[in-house]
Structure formats: C-alpha cells, structure tokens
T-cell receptor, first 115, second 112 residues
Framework: NAGVTQTPKFQVLKTGQSMTLQCAQDMNHEYMSWYRQDPGMGLRLIHYSVGAGITDQGEVPNGYNVSRSTTEDFPLRLLSAAPSQTSVYFC??????????????FGEGSRLTVL | SQELEQSPQSLIVQEGKNLTINCTSSKTLYGLYWYKQKYGEGLIFLMMLQKGGEEKSHEKITAKLDEKKQQSSLHITASQPSHAGIYLCGAATSSNDYKLSFGAGTTVTVRA
C-alpha cells in the first residue's frame, strides 16, 4: 500500500521558473492538502481540497495554485518561483473528517530550493 | 499568528529520563493530534485525542487533553535514542472545519 506519494523529493529552481509538485494517494481519500514547513514556523496550510473539483485556500496560498481533477491526485503549482518559497512541502490526505476527527496521512515531503 | 503554541521549542534529555511537551491553543480545540518527525522525513502519526480529559498511551508515550485549559501534553517515560526527533501537535479549531493547524514543533534530543 503506497499511501501518499510525493514527487520529486528534491528540486532546485531559479527565481522565476515554474514547476509542479505532484501528490497522489491510493486510499480513496476525499480530503487532500498541501503544507509547507519552515524552521520555527511549523506546518502551514497552503491549499486544501475536499473532493474532485473543489479546492480552497489555506493560511499561505499566495504564489501557489492547485487543482483537483481526480480523487487520487492533488498537484501544487508554483507559477513563478521566489526564494521565499524555499521550503519543505508536505502533501496530506484523509477522509473528509470535520472538526479533527480522523487521522491525516502525510507524504514524505518535497524539499524545494529557489535560488 | 500561531494558533497552537508548543513548549518548549527544544529540549535535551538524558537517556532514561522523562520528558513532557505541551501544546496550548488560543481557540477551542476540536481533535488534537500528535505527530513525530525524524529530520528530513515525513510525519508519523502518534495519537489523536478528542474528548476533554482523554488520555492515550502507546508504548512509553502518553498524551492527555485538558479541554478547559485548551491544552494537551505529551509525556515520554524513560526516554530512548529512538524518541529523538521533532514532535508536532495539530488540531482543528472549528467543529465544522476540515483543515488542521499545527504548532511549530518541539525538537527532542536524547543524550546517551
């Protein structure tokens, strides 16, 4: 059982370049989300989705786009990378629990450096 | 602003000693999660607490939820090198919300 799979694991970009971080889950989870992790800041929510065709912004959405065309996939797009987007990105999925009533499953992370 | 505050930010403990990490929310807690992260790796689910006064244990790790104080504590008994890592608490702050907020994490170092 693969769980939540993120690719790539590492990426170096130049300022202004674009790229997509891929996230796929094989648990039929309707809820998927993207977090970024920075030293001293913990995990901050970027975007989330409660099902195919439905997305919403989290705490730090600027500079990122998402789409959800299938239940399995939730890609995160950086349209014009900036050094401030250097971070470790985590994708997470779960059943659509309200009020924190179920476990959130995380991928192994994607480390992005923007020069 | 951070809705979940963890303390301490980091701690060093002698192997075999106990340690406690606290997670305090500025809002009402709905579901409190504890995760562990090894450096450079993903997050491992430890346990989830939902009801005030609830206490759960797994091996040498015990977590409690104090609903009135809007606080949870994670206690490790007789720490081992395998307990080293970053511990993060996460919670929903709305009963009608899907998303979880997380604290900044507590880095635990276990000295032999």
């Amino acid at each position: 059982n693969a769980g939540v799979t993120q690719t790539p694991k590492f990426q170096v970009l130049k300022t202004g370049q674009s790229m997509t971080l891929q996230c796929a889950q094989d648990m039929n989870h309707e809820y998927m989300s993207w977090y970024r992790q920075d030293p001293g800041m913990g995990l901050r929510l970027i975007h989330y989705s409660v099902g195919a065709g439905i997305t919403d912004q989290g705490e730090v959405p600027n500079g990122y786009n998402v789409s959800r065309s299938t239940t399995e996939d939730f890609p995160l797009r950086l349209l014009s990378a900036a050094p401030s987007q250097t971070s470790v990105y985590f994708c997470a999925s779960s059943y659509p629990y309200r009020g924190g009533s179920g476990e959130l499953f995380f991928g192994e992370g994607s480390r992005l450096t923007v020069l | 602003s951070q809705e979940l505050e963890q303390s301490p930010q980091s701690l060093i403990v002698q192997e075999g000693k106990n340690l406690t990490i606290n997670c305090t929310s500025s809002k009402t807690l709905y579901g409190l999660y504890w995760y562990k992260q090894k450096y450079g790796e993903g997050l491992i689910f430890l346990m989830m607490l939902q009801k005030g006064g609830e206490e759960k244990s797994h091996e040498k790790i015990t977590a409690k939820l104090d609903e009135k104080k809007q606080q949870s504590s994670l206690h490790i008994t007789a720490s081992q090198p395998s307990h080293a890592g970053i511990y993060l608490c996460g919670a929903a702050t709305s009963s009608n919300d899907y998303k979880l907020s997380f604290g900044a994490g507590t880095t635990v170092t276990v000295r032999a």
